[in-house]
């Protein structure tokens, strides 16, 4: 028999699963309409406040506004009062100088092609605004009949406060006269060497009058009407480049000094100096030192201006000599009552050249000092001679070239010769041979065209010597004799 399937009864709304769904859904609606009751007020009060905020308008008042806007005829707006813009200041030229003469040679180049627009720029490079007077003045020099000597006499002067010094040569047109200009020189890392001052002869002074004037106060902008006019703008004062030599300075003294001296023109040195200070002797030795080593100024670097004071100068004059391969130097001391005095040399330090100059000698076995201090006070020329022998060394008959020239030039002019031996042999002996050896030097002037009467000679043996003829240990001193052997030579000046 056959069972008919049992029908589920019907799902109860209270006892079913759709009691949970109900029971959430309940929960939700219950709180939303918490969160509502809570957030309400305080969501009005902000609204209230935007609306009475300054300012404030609904969408509908701006729409109007707009709208009342664009139907207006529209106004042109004035245009802003724009500023013209300042002019550019020149750039530098791009000029650059390894070495301070390859800057001296250019501009000796430029100013002798005639091109005074580049000499004046390069003059000019550290100011460019200078360069347009720096043209005028070398046109001016042309002109005036200066015209630049060649390019290979351009020369380094020497180093003085920091600075390098050049000079431009220039003659003038049916003189064989040179004069200079003189360029203080800056390294500028960017630019290599640049004209820091220049110097003209007092002979160039007129031509300072052709460069035109300094630039004219700046022009104000126009006032703007019912404003009061603005106070007129001061021009930037510019230091002039070039200026004239108000006396000689310093360097530029020494330098002359020194290159009489390497012409061997002692009359020409010895008018700078002071002859109280300085004896003839020495000053005529260093003439010597300068002839028979065949000396020149270094060009690397040939004077150095150690104290620069207004009334005191101390200048190293650095030279070389090819033929005995050295490198020495001298110093010179400078002075003057007051800046409105000429300088004076006061002081001459030789003991560097004098002790390289006698190193050179010494390899030929017979001392060469030119300058000695003698023993009975005061500074003489020296000449020596080999043992036992009264006959002159071929450097001293340079020596006497020299003085002989010095004496001829004034009668006037007397001289004391006096003969000296080392210790070695007897004393008749060596009063003899002293005796011989300053008529061997009196002799020789006499064919070098020295009147006897200016010459005096005696004979003073081993009495006066400028070494010990030995050691400390009693020995034998050969290089001390060789000191001693000598003709001392007295200018009576």
């Not at 091109?115 to 043209?135: M, P, R, V």
């Not at 030119?370 to 023993?375: F, Q, S």
């Not at 000679?457 to 000191?483: C, F, I, V, W």
Request: positive net charge; proline residues 9%.
């Amino acid at each position: 028999m056959q069972i008919p399937p049992r029908s589920s009864p019907p799902r109860s709304v209270y006892g079913g699963s759709l009691v949970p769904v109900l029971i959430v859904v309940g929960a939700l609606a219950l709180s939303t309409a918490i969160f509502f009751l809570f957030t309400k007020k305080k969501i009005q009060s902000q609204k209230d406040a935007v609306a009475e905020a300054p300012g404030a308008t609904d969408s509908t008042s701006k729409s109007a506004a707009e709208t009342a806007k664009s139907a207006a005829p529209a106004v042109p707006a004035k245009p802003p009062t724009v500023k013209p813009p300042e002019p550019p200041k020149p750039a530098p030229p791009a000029f650059a100088f390894a070495r301070p003469l390859d800057l001296g040679r250019q501009l000796v180049r430029s100013l002798t092609t005639g091109d005074f627009a580049t000499a004046g720029k390069l003059a000019a490079a550290s100011d460019a605004e200078q360069s347009n007077s720096a043209a005028k003045l070398f046109e001016k020099l042309a002109s005036m009949g200066y015209k630049p000597a060649a390019e290979d006499q351009v020369e380094l002067l020497g180093l003085v406060e920091n600075r390098t010094r050049i000079t431009l040569p220039f003659v003038m047109a049916g003189s064989q006269e040179t004069v200079r200009i003189q360029l203080d020189l800056e390294r500028d890392e960017k630019m290599g060497w640049k004209v820091a001052k220049a110097t003209l002869p007092k002979a160039m002074s007129s031509a300072i009058a052709a460069m035109p004037a300094s630039s004219p106060a700046a022009t104000p902008a126009p006032a703007t009407p019912g404003t009061p006019a603005p106070a007129p703008v001061a021009a930037a004062s510019m230091k002039p480049l070039f200026t004239v030599e108000d006396g000689t300075d310093a360097l530029a003294f020494a330098s002359d000094f020194v290159r009489h001296l390497l012409k061997h023109d002692f009359n020409a040195a010895r008018a700078f100096v002071d002859d109280k200070k300085v004896p003839v002797e020495r000053l005529l030795g260093l003439c010597i030192v300068f002839e028979e080593g065949q000396y020149s100024l270094n060009p690397a670097k040939p004077l150095i201006v150690t104290i620069a004071n207004p009334e005191v100068s101390w200048v190293i004059a650095q030279v070389q000599s090819e033929s005995l391969q050295q490198n020495t130097e001298f110093g010179v001391e400078l002075k003057r009552a007051d800046t409105a005095q000429p300088w004076k040399i006061v002081g001459l330090n030789l003991s560097d050249i004098l002790g390289s100059f006698a190193k050179s000698a010494s390899k030929l076995g017979v001392p060469y000092t030119p300058i000695v201090k003698n023993p009975k006070g005061g500074e003489s020329l020296a000449l020596y001679f080999e043992y036992d022998r009264a006959e002159l060394h071929p450097r001293a008959l340079k020596q006497l070239e020299v003085i002989s020239a010095l004496m001829k030039a004034d009668p006037s002019k007397k001289l004391r010769i006096a003969g000296h031996t080392d210790e070695k042999g007897e004393d008749d002996y060596n009063i003899r041979l002293s005796r011989g050896r300053a008529e061997s030097v009196k002799k020789q002037l006499a064919i070098l065209g020295v009147p006897a009467d200016q010459v005096e000679t005696t004979g003073l043996g081993k009495a006066q010597p400028l070494s010990p003829n030995k050691k400390s240990d009693g020995t034998d001193d050969p290089e001390g004799r060789s000191h001693n052997r000598r003709a001392e030579i007295y200018l009576d000046f």
